[in-house]
């Protein structure tokens, strides 16, 4: 039999509380990863060696890349390209949703 799992973003949100910019696993696709961050504040320029896909699911935030920011709201996604330095950054905790391959750094690989 499969085991089928249902997952609830408000159970996850009640999970991360304030314990900022330290992502947690939530569920395994391939060899992708659907991470769940709450964040406030301003984490470091850094880049990955793969894509990134960030999905705000509460909150608001701001991604300041080489390229340019990019400003993002509840319901609203975008794709960081590999080797784009950015620095996400936040004055109102924000639960963020992550897309992004199983080997990748969250803290980046390139600093």
Known sequence: M????????EEIDKQLGNTFWS??????IN????????????????SHNDDEFFLIYK??????T???PIYLKEGE???IPKGLR???RTEVRTIVLLLEPKSLDTKGENK
């Open 23 to 28: 992502p947690i696993d939530i569920a395994y």
């Open 66 to 68: 080489d390229a340019g």
């Open 86 to 88: 950015h620095k996400p």
């Open 31 to 46: 060899d992708w990863v659907l991470r769940a961050a709450a964040v406030k504040g301003e984490f470091h320029w850094h």
């Open 77 to 79: 996604g975008t794709v």
């Open 59 to 64: 909150g608001e935030l701001t991604i300041d």
């Open 2 to 9: 499969i085991d089928l799992k249902k997952y609830n973003l």
